[in-house]
Nanobody
Framework: QVQLVESGGGLVQAGGSLRLSCAAS????????MGWFRQAPGKEREFVAS????????YYADSVKGRFTISRDNAKNTMFLQMNSLKPEDTAVYYC????????????????WGQGTQVTVSS
């Protein structure tokens, strides 16, 4: 089992940047594929990005390709999401996700979730 805590959300103007962090506790963090999802008001939770156990493979939703970068530091039990060129439509609560299967995607996710961190992008 792993516990996940997100941080780094906040209010930013369009075109700005934020860096989200997901700190994990528990056994064998490196055994978990990790990912980020987000949920905007009135919408379903959607896939944003994911990364394999060793960081060798990354995946992105089309809406964030070229703007967001996912990374992980297994020695520090932490995953990151660097968000650049933010748009108002990126406004959502962002959730960290972990699982012992393959990397999360639009059709699947791991068993463990963080509490979420709010990202608000103003026009």
């Amino acid at each position: 089992q792993v516990q996940l805590v997100e941080s780094g959300g906040g209010l930013v103007q369009a075109g700005g940047s934020l860096r989200l962090s997901c700190a994990a506790s528990g056994r064998t963090f490196s055994n978990y594929a990790m990912g980020w999802f987000r949920q905007a008001p009135g919408k379903e939770r959607e896939f944003v990005a994911s990364i394999s156990r060793t960081g060798g493979s990354t995946y992105y939703a089309d809406s964030v390709k070229g703007r967001f970068t996912i990374s992980r530091d297994n020695a520090k039990n932490t995953m990151f999401l660097q968000m650049n060129s933010l748009k108002p439509e990126d406004t959502a609560v962002y959730y960290c996700n972990a699982g012992r299967r393959g990397a999360p995607s639009g059709g699947s996710h791991g068993d463990y979730w963080g509490q979420g961190t709010q990202v608000t992008v103003s026009s």
